[in-house]
């Protein structure tokens, strides 16, 4: 695994475009849900910073340490993705043909671990916050309330949803690679803002508090990743064959009549003879 981890592969690049279609909902219908979950979590973002500012006895300095924190970062990147995605979308919807068919391979590859992390990280970020950082009570004020049930809860509502209405395949499983590698640079950007601002983003990060139970943590979460990782990709595989091997629907496409079979995909996927 560890030696194809560079590599991009040279199979044609998603024939039957199943980053863009979905078995149950028109293009048009899945671009409009991206870009209506992309703009809930660009409004929601942009949201929290600016009452931190307005609110907070110390002005835009919970905003500014918000950036420290994996559960901002990666509710950032579900903004990020479901605006690429909608755009994708949406040009296969216009045109017949996705923006992201004209990527070179790299970015294709790229979008695909994108993908990856987004069906991924919103479980961690939320069984971690739910099961170890909160302990009640419930929060006292509305927007308190509002925004953590947006950022630890509706996160996995929308990686639920690409989990499955997409026609997405399962990740590959070098994926997982890349899951650890950018759980290993959040830990040392954890500690790079303890240097720099004196603060950890999380307190079980702290080693003078949690002494050696740092190491179980870490170890413990990048586990959980792993473990995650084989439910998201089982959960996948099981949506492709109820919805595609039992109930024969294999997709919603651009163009009227485009609805290839297994066998019709795989000829796709072949690459051209010379």
């Not at 918000?66 to 990666?74: I, K, V």
Request: overall charge neutral.
């Amino acid at each position: 695994m560890a030696g194809q981890a560079f590599k991009f592969g040279t199979d044609l690049w998603d024939p039957t475009h199943r980053f863009e279609t979905s078995w149950l909902l028109s293009p048009w219908a899945l671009f409009f849900c991206r870009a209506l979950l992309s703009l809930y979590a660009f409004t929601t973002l942009v949201f929290v910073l600016a009452w931190q500012c307005a609110h907070a006895d110390t002005g835009c300095a919970a905003s500014q340490a918000s950036f420290s924190f994996f559960t901002s970062l990666t509710y950032w990147g579900l903004g990020f993705y479901f605006l690429a995605a909608a755009v994708h979308t949406f040009t296969y919807a216009r045109t017949g043909v996705a923006l992201l068919d004209r990527f070179p391979r790299p970015l294709q590859a790229l979008h695909s671990a994108f993908y990856t992390t987004v069906v991924v990280y919103p479980f961690i970020v939320t069984i971690v916050y739910w099961g170890v950082l909160f302990s009640g009570p419930w929060f006292p004020e509305v927007f308190s309330g509002w925004s953590n049930v947006s950022q630890h809860a509706l996160n996995s509502a929308f990686a639920l949803f690409e989990l499955a209405l997409p026609r997405t395949d399962p990740p590959p499983p070098l994926h997982m690679l890349w899951l650890i590698l950018v759980l290993a640079l959040y830990l040392a950007l954890a500690y790079v803002t303890y240097a720099d601002k004196g603060f950890y983003p999380y307190s079980f990060l702290d080693p003078e508090k949690q002494g050696s139970l740092v190491a179980a943590y870490v170890f413990g979460i990048a586990v959980g990743c792993i473990v995650i990782f084989g439910v998201v990709y089982g959960l996948i595989w099981l949506r492709r064959f109820v919805t595609e091997t039992k109930l024969g629907k294999h997709g919603k496409f651009a163009r009227e009549g485009h609805s290839p079979d297994a066998v019709g995909e795989m000829e796709m996927a072949k690459p051209p003879r010379a």
